[in-house]
């Protein structure tokens, strides 16, 4: 089975600005969560979706935004970029809402400028 | 915050065993142990979770004590790969992973 992919890995973007990432589940997940890793504060979690649904959210602004689509695939969206935003965003899928079995991707580094 | 205590960083020599501690002295009884680790730049790997019965998988074995309140994660025979950050989680399985700052394993030859 293919594991977790996200998309893109990499990504430069100045103050102000959005971006959106985007994250493809292992087959047959349903789960999707989202993290942030800085030097500064680790691995944080930003949300988790179910059923197109979020269940659970993390401690950031509302710019930090996202969703999930049918086919299980989630993006995240940053509003109005700031540089502390610059960060490893990580996600993971599992199988269902109920379990921290979760698989994480490769992840995408986004630099903020 | 993190609900577990873990020591910043361990040496093993290659081909032994890593015993690698956890206190959670808090943990509820609905609170599962689960064990990541993040091998540089790349993004956390799931190696074992447990209730409260020892568990054992084909990377890593899992003890977790009677009253619950520690647990240790034992890798087998350390190769060079192992080295990584290690995490110990307590979760409830609500699909949020609270990571502290985890265990720097060096394994050396």
């Known amino acids: 089975k293919a594991g977790v992919t996200q998309t893109p890995r990499y990504l430069i973007k100045t103050r102000g600005q959005q971006v959106t990432l985007s994250c493809s589940p292992i087959s047959g997940h349903r789960s999707v969560s989202w993290y942030q890793q800085t030097p500064g504060q680790g691995l944080q979690f930003l949300f988790e979706y179910f059923s197109e649904t979020q269940r659970n959210k993390g401690n950031f602004p509302g710019r930090f935004s996202g969703r999930q689509f049918s086919n299980s695939r989630s993006e995240m969206n940053v509003s109005t970029l700031e540089l502390g935003d610059s960060a490893l965003y990580l996600c993971?899928?599992?199988?269902?809402?109920?379990?921290?079995?979760?698989?994480f991707g490769p992840g995408t580094r986004l630099t903020v400028l | 915050d993190a609900k577990t205590t873990q020591p910043t960083s361990m040496d093993c020599a290659e081909g032994r065993a890593a015993n690698l501690p956890c206190n959670h002295s808090?943990?509820?009884?609905?609170?599962?142990v689960y064990w990541y680790r993040q091998i540089h730049s790349q993004g956390p790997q799931y190696i074992i979770h447990g209730l409260k019965n020892n568990e054992t998988n084909e990377m890593a074995s899992l003890i977790i004590t009677e009253d619950r309140k520690s647990s240790t994660l034992i890798l087998p025979h350390a190769t060079l790969r192992d080295t990584a950050v290690y995490y110990c989680?307590?979760?409830?399985?609500?699909?949020?992973?609270?990571f502290g700052q985890g265990t720097t394993l060096q394994v050396k030859p």
């Open positions: 993971a899928s599992s199988l269902a809402w109920g379990t921290d079995t979760q698989y």
């Open positions: 808090t943990i509820s009884g609905n609170e599962y």
């Open positions: 989680i307590v979760s409830s399985n609500t699909g949020k992973l609270i």
